[in-house]
């Protein structure tokens, strides 16, 4: 074994370490920052190791891609809004798997007549998954820049066409392992495995991405593992099964959120935008409108008040006027907290990001469960852009696209003050029941324009 090859292996088990002590910090809010730039140094030592292979023998290439890369790449770091993760982080779940399919293919490309048959069915697991991830993630990121509609789009027999073609699929992979020359049917694979991220993608409604997101990452984590078996790199082994675990978790604590199954969100068709059925409670009922000045008053006398943050906050940019309003009131003496739905926004943790970039204070924030039976001990509650995780038609309304997902317990407050541009639905397409009862005020328009008038009447005397 030659320096060069020691050093490379000496890379990678430094970098491995650094993965597994990035995820350890990413466990908590206090220590996320740190685990974050231990895992980014961890792949900077990935790479410059990488570099080192012995089957490496130009770096033209390499250096023009890192180059294209870091034009690319650092733009996107500095200049998108963290309102616009969601759609960012979906687009590095695409590039993520096409990276990992033209590994795939180029390997193929190369090697097909030399490879064995646990080679081959690496090499096809990666292809398979990477395809999948690759279109599967440009579906969701259309889904939620609002490119694609957010509605399910379904057809009949979609489900029963995926299921063959997922066993199609299959059966090829298969087949390759015992006969790898075959080139025509691996690129069929290829083919399937593209056409299978848009058709599974399709039919999942915007309320149910934060789990599509927590899936392809999973997805992309795996490939990439089998890529480091087909090309026997310690590190993309560790790498991927770390990625793919941690996503598939995650995948499973979203779906426990929303007191759904994995069948449930794949081949449910939930989250579609329609306006039926209806919340029977809610229909033609009246509602309490209210202006920020009428919002202001019922907070001066508050002595506790719990802010809770949806996806209308994210669209509205309103994070930095909501901590600012939260300022006025612990100012005034007003203890103020945050409730955290998980499924609040369009990716896990989309809330908290949103508040930390406003740099609200970590202690400030609690999850569904802590916090949950503090609701009827509230004063004021305010609802900025959160829609069916407040809807008391989980509990109350059986039949209901959302009947017995967990809720934050909104309504059991003294006062509710929704902020909200008007009475539409949400992805669930149901009526709010929250929005008609007589402890809840409305107050329209704009979060980010509502919350800082809001703000300049709490300053008034």
Same mark, same amino acid.
């Given at each position: 074994?030659?320096?060069?090859?020691?050093?490379?292996?000496?890379?990678?088990?430094?970098?491995?370490?650094?993965?597994?002590?990035?995820?350890?910090?990413?466990?908590?809010?206090?220590?996320?920052?740190?685990?974050?730039?231990?895992?980014?140094?961890?792949?900077?030592?990935?790479?410059?190791?990488?570099?080192?292979?012995?089957?490496?023998?130009? +770096?033209?290439?390499?250096?023009?891609?890192?180059?294209?890369?870091?034009?690319?790449?650092?733009?996107?770091?500095?200049?998108?809004?963290?309102?616009?993760?969601?759609?960012?982080?979906?687009?590095?779940?695409?590039?993520?798997?096409?990276?990992?399919?033209?590994?795939?293919?180029?390997?193929?490309?190369?090697?097909?007549?030399?490879?064995?048959?646990?080679?081959?069915?690496?090499?096809?697991?990666?292809?398979?998954?990477?395809?999948?991830?690759?279109?599967?993630?440009?579906?969701?990121?259309?889904?939620?820049?609002?490119?694609?509609?957010?509605?399910?789009?379904?057809?009949?027999?979609?489900?029963?066409?995926?299921?063959?073609?997922?066993?199609?699929?299959?059966?090829?992979?298969?087949?390759?392992?015992?006969?790898?020359?075959?080139?025509?049917?691996?690129?069929?694979?290829?083919?399937?495995?593209?056409?299978?991220?848009?058709?599974?993608?399709?039919?999942?409604?915007?309320?149910?991405?934060?789990?599509?997101?927590? %899936?392809?990452?999973? +997805?992309?984590?795996?490939?990439?593992?089998?890529?480091?078996?087909?090309?026997?790199?310690?590190?993309?082994?560790?790498?991927?099964?770390?990625?793919?675990?941690?996503?598939?978790?995650?995948?499973?604590?979203?779906?426990?959120?929303?007191?759904?199954?994995?069948?449930?969100?794949?081949?449910?068709?939930?989250?579609?935008?329609?306006?039926?059925?209806?919340?029977?409670?809610?229909?033609?009922?009246?509602?309490?409108?209210?202006?920020?000045?009428?919002?202001?008053?019922?907070?001066?006398?508050?002595?506790?008040?719990?802010?809770?943050?949806?996806?209308?906050?994210?669209?509205?940019?309103?994070?930095?006027?909501?901590?600012?309003?939260?300022?006025?009131?612990?100012?005034?003496?007003?203890?103020?907290?945050?409730?955290?739905?998980?499924?609040?926004?369009?990716?896990?943790?989309?809330?908290?990001?949103?508040?930390?970039?406003?740099?609200?204070? +970590?202690?400030? %924030?609690?999850?569904?469960?802590?916090?949950?039976?503090?609701?009827?001990?509230?004063?004021?509650?305010?609802?900025?852009?959160?829609?069916?995780?407040?809807?008391?038609?989980?509990?109350?309304?059986?039949?209901?696209?959302?009947?017995?997902?967990?809720?934050?317990?909104?309504?059991?407050?003294?006062?509710?003050?929704?902020?909200?541009?008007?009475?539409?639905?949400?992805?669930?397409?149901?009526?709010?029941?929250?929005?008609?009862?007589?402890?809840?005020?409305?107050?329209?328009?704009?979060?980010?324009?509502?919350?800082?008038?809001?703000?300049?009447?709490?300053?008034?005397?």
């Amino acid at each position: 074994m030659n320096v060069r090859q020691i050093i490379y292996l000496a890379t990678l088990f430094a970098a491995s370490l650094l993965f597994l002590f990035g995820l350890l910090g990413l466990s908590h809010p206090r220590s996320a920052r740190r685990g974050m730039i231990m895992a980014a140094f961890g792949m900077l030592i990935a790479v410059l190791g990488t570099l080192l292979h012995q089957r490496i023998v130009s +770096y033209e290439w390499i250096i023009g891609g890192l180059v294209v890369g870091t034009i690319i790449g650092i733009p996107m770091g500095l200049w998108i809004p963290m309102t616009k993760m969601p759609e960012r982080i979906a687009l590095s779940h695409a590039f993520g798997g096409l990276a990992v399919a033209l590994v795939g293919v180029a390997e193929y490309y190369n090697y097909h007549n030399e490879l064995s048959s646990f080679n081959m069915g690496a090499i096809g697991f990666e292809v398979l998954l990477g395809t999948v991830t690759f279109t599967g993630s440009l579906i969701a990121f259309g889904k939620l820049q609002g490119i694609l509609s957010g509605r399910p789009q379904t057809f009949r027999g979609q489900n029963l066409m995926n299921f063959i073609l997922l066993g199609v699929a299959l059966l090829i992979l298969i087949f390759l392992v015992v006969q790898p020359t075959q080139q025509a049917v691996f690129y069929a694979l290829t083919s399937i495995g593209l056409l299978l991220g848009v058709l599974l993608v399709l039919p999942i409604g915007g309320a149910d991405m934060p789990v599509v997101i927590c %899936l392809l990452n999973s +997805y992309a984590g795996l490939a990439a593992a089998a890529t480091g078996f087909a090309l026997n790199n310690p590190v993309l082994i560790v790498c991927g099964s770390l990625d793919g675990g941690s996503g598939f978790i995650l995948a499973l604590i979203m779906s426990k959120a929303m007191n759904r199954s994995f069948q449930n969100v794949i081949f449910g068709a939930f989250g579609a935008e329609v306006h039926e059925p209806k919340s029977a409670d809610a229909g033609g009922a009246p509602i309490r409108e209210g202006t920020p000045e009428d919002a202001a008053e019922l907070l001066k006398i508050a002595n506790s008040v719990i802010i809770v943050p949806g996806y209308g906050m994210a669209v509205a940019q309103a994070q930095h006027a909501a901590c600012d309003l939260a300022a006025i009131l612990e100012k005034n003496g007003t203890p103020v907290r945050y409730a955290i739905h998980p499924v609040a926004g369009r990716m896990p943790g989309h809330m908290n990001v949103l508040l930390a970039e406003a740099n609200v204070p +970590y202690d400030q %924030l609690f999850e569904l469960e802590a916090i949950n039976d503090d609701f009827p001990r509230t004063d004021v509650s305010i609802v900025v852009g959160a829609n069916d995780v407040v809807n008391p038609a989980a509990r109350n309304t059986p039949g209901s696209p959302i009947f017995g997902m967990p809720i934050l317990n909104v309504d059991q407050s003294k006062a509710v003050i929704v902020l909200k541009r008007s009475m539409n639905p949400g992805f669930a397409g149901i009526e709010n029941e929250l929005f008609v009862l007589p402890n809840t005020m409305m107050v329209f328009g704009d979060a980010k324009t509502t919350l800082t008038k809001i703000t300049a009447a709490m300053k008034q005397e």
